[in-house]
């Protein structure tokens, strides 16, 4: 009689053991699934921070166009016998600085939208990581409580 009672007793051990280490397992999954999700969020974090530094470097390279652009002008106007301070000079001058702008203006949004892009993919992750740990904590609530209700009806569930 002590034999059957210790081998019965000894399967509802095993089978609330599992139970036990199914949410541990659970745990361990929830983890490492929410730091691959904050790996994720890193990197959409420096990619936002690239986008931005990207787009103020086009922004000066844009700028330095527009110099050189003025430059030529200046030189080929001389050069050709046109007064610098004449007014279809002033007025080339001026056009090429309002598409420059608005060229620079572009550029600085489209790097503004990318950036906010990258943000928002990074929040993502982030969320997802929480949401893994919660999914990871209910499934181990569950496995636990079906451990501790295995190890009061004496048998394995």
């Not at 928002?120 to 496995?143: D, I, P, Q, V």
């Amino acid at each position: 009689n002590d034999v059957k009672w210790c081998f019965t007793r000894g399967r509802s051990l095993m089978g609330s053991a599992g139970h036990f280490a199914a949410a541990a397992f659970q745990l361990k999954a929830g983890k490492e699934a929410q730091r691959a999700y904050a790996n994720d969020a890193q990197a959409a974090e420096e990619q936002a921070e690239l986008a931005s530094i990207q787009a103020d470097q086009e922004a000066i390279n844009r700028t330095a166009q527009l110099n050189n652009q003025l430059a030529a002008i200046s030189a080929s106007s001389a050069g050709g016998g046109i007064s610098i301070g004449s007014s279809s000079l002033a007025n080339i001058k001026r056009r090429e600085s309002q598409l420059a702008s608005q060229d620079k203006s572009a550029i600085k949004f489209m790097g503004a939208t990318t950036r906010r892009n990258y943000q928002l993919s990074a929040k993502a992750s982030k969320s997802k990581g929480k949401a893994a740990m919660y999914s990871a904590y209910a499934g181990a609530t569950k496995s636990a409580t079906d451990g501790v209700n295995s190890m009061g009806s004496g048998g394995s569930p």
